[in-house]
């Protein structure tokens, strides 16, 4: 089946640390990949997508790239913010445009001035 | 409207008794989902709704859950006699078909007491 396994958290950095949150990922053909973010009292929010091996995600200068011969696609930011500061959920979309999305626990972050 | 419009914002129910949940999906999204978000479960795909389609129900967790999509726009999730273990939040999400992005509404919050 479809399974989407990420990072446990909660994860606390300082600002301006590097940031990973890991996700590795289960699916059947080729499915299109997500990070979506919900900060607090708002609802889920794209971050970032990749739709096929090798693609590379990026906006509000997070990235993430689509490998498939390792099944992840780890989230990286290289200086965070307070702003930063958030859940973070890793997603598959195992029917591209069907969006029966198969998210993972999510990630609590929290950046520290 | 904006964006996906969901209400009650919160909702405290008697265990047994029925709720109903609405969403407003972005206008012209031809394609509307219901997912959950429980402690214990993460988030989970519920149903979906694409055009004139009969809906994917696929992720409906028991018989006391159904929902239905009026003249292709607002949707209403029915959960009938409550249970506890309903309590979560309820997020409705929204896209045109095969767009690769869904926008998600606030949730509602049920508890169930």
């Known amino acids: 089946g479809n399974s989407v396994t990420q990072m446990e958290g909660p994860v606390t950095l300082s600002e301006e640390a590097f940031l990973t949150i890991n996700c590795t990922y289960t699916a059947t053909g080729y499915p299109s990949l997500f990070w979506y973010v919900q900060y607090p009292g708002e609802g889920l929010q794209l971050l970032l997508k990749?739709?096929?091996?090798?693609d590379k995600g990026s906006n509000k200068g997070f990235e993430a790239t689509y490998r498939k011969e390792t099944t992840s696609f780890h989230l990286e930011k290289g200086s965070v913010q307070v702003s930063d500061s958030a859940v973070y959920f890793c997603a598959l979309d195992p029917i591209q445009g069907a969006q029966k999305l198969v998210f993972g626990q999510g990630t609590r972050l929290t950046i520290n001035p | 409207g904006a964006g996906v419009s969901q209400s009650p914002s919160n909702k405290v129910t008697e265990k047994g008794k029925d709720v109903e949940l609405r969403c407003d999906p972005i206008s012209g999204h031809t394609a509307l989902y219901w997912y959950r978000q429980s402690l214990g479960q993460g988030l989970e795909f519920l149903i979906y709704?694409?055009?004139?389609?009969?809906?994917?129900k696929s992720g409906l967790p028991s018989d006391r859950f159904s929902a239905e999509r009026t003249g292709g726009s607002v949707s209403t999730l029915t959960i009938q006699r409550t249970q506890q273990e309903d309590s979560a939040v309820y997020l409705c999400a929204s896209s045109l078909w095969g767009q690769i992005e869904a926008f998600f509404g606030q949730g509602t919050r049920l508890t169930v007491v």
């Open positions: 709704f694409q055009g004139n389609s009969a809906p994917d």
């Open positions: 990749a739709t096929k091996a090798d």
